[in-house]
């Protein structure tokens, strides 16, 4: 069985540091792993999707990474705006399609 | 184009009530999953539909069933709720193969009293 964990499971740090989210998973045989953001009491917004062939993925500030062999995913937020305050999740797929399994999460302040 | 719409947004059910959630897929996308988050957690897999078959099931009691309709919107249905049955319910579409990735709606939040 699929189990996803995500360290820390909070972070506070000052507004414009960089800071790096973990996730690992214990079934390294996935399809891909997707990063999630959610806003309290909201749905998920996808923010970045890496297939088990690609070893990262960005998109503006922030970039995922990959180790498929060692079942760690790493998420790293450049400059962090209070905007970027929400809980992150990570999420692996071990097929082409089908079920998703989560972390719990890492929610993260950013003070201004 | 329209994202993953649910409805309703918000509703409080008294125990022992039936329930009905409903969501609608991004054009295009024939695959509909059904997640429940309880407060603090990450979403628990329920349901997957994908062209009106059943593709998967989690760990949830029979009180729990879905169905997906001939232009892939979906249905979940609960029976006889329970307190513990509080939570966001969370639907996501996708292509269902291809590896694209889930797109999620904004959630149906149930409150059992």
């Known amino acids: 069985k699929q189990e996803v964990t995500q360290i820390p499971a909070a972070l506070s740090v000052p507004e414009g540091e960089n800071l790096v989210l973990n996730c690992s998973f214990t079934d390294s045989a996935i399809y891909n792993l997707q990063w999630f953001r959610q806003d309290p009491g909201k749905g998920l917004t996808s923010l970045l999707l890496i297939q088990s062939s690609q070893r990262e993925q960005t998109s503006g500030r922030l970039n995922a990474s990959l180790d498929k062999s060692s079942g760690r995913s790493t998420l790293y937020i450049a400059a962090s705006q209070p905007g970027d305050s929400a809980t992150y999740l990570c999420a692996v797929s071990p097929t082409s399609g089908s079920r998703l399994t989560f972390g719990e999460g890492t929610q993260l302040t950013v003070n201004p | 184009d329209a994202g993953v719409t649910q409805s309703p947004t918000h509703l409080i059910k008294t125990r022992g009530q039936h329930v009905t959630l409903r969501c609608s897929p991004i054009s295009g996308h024939k695959s509909v999953s059904w997640y429940q988050q309880v407060l603090g957690q990450g979403p628990q897999f329920i349901f997957q539909?994908?062209?009106?078959?059943?593709?998967g099931r989690g760990n949830f009691p029979d009180r729990f069933s879905a169905r997906q309709f001939p232009n892939y919107s979906s249905e979940l249905n609960v029976n006889a709720l329970l307190l513990g049955d509080s939570a966001l319910y969370l639907c996501?579409?996708?292509?269902?193969?291809?590896?694209?990735?889930?797109?999620f709606g904004s959630g149906t939040r149930l409150t059992v009293v």
């Open positions: 539909y994908y062209e009106k078959e059943e593709r």
């Open positions: 996501a579409s996708s292509v269902y193969r291809g590896g694209y990735g889930y797109t």
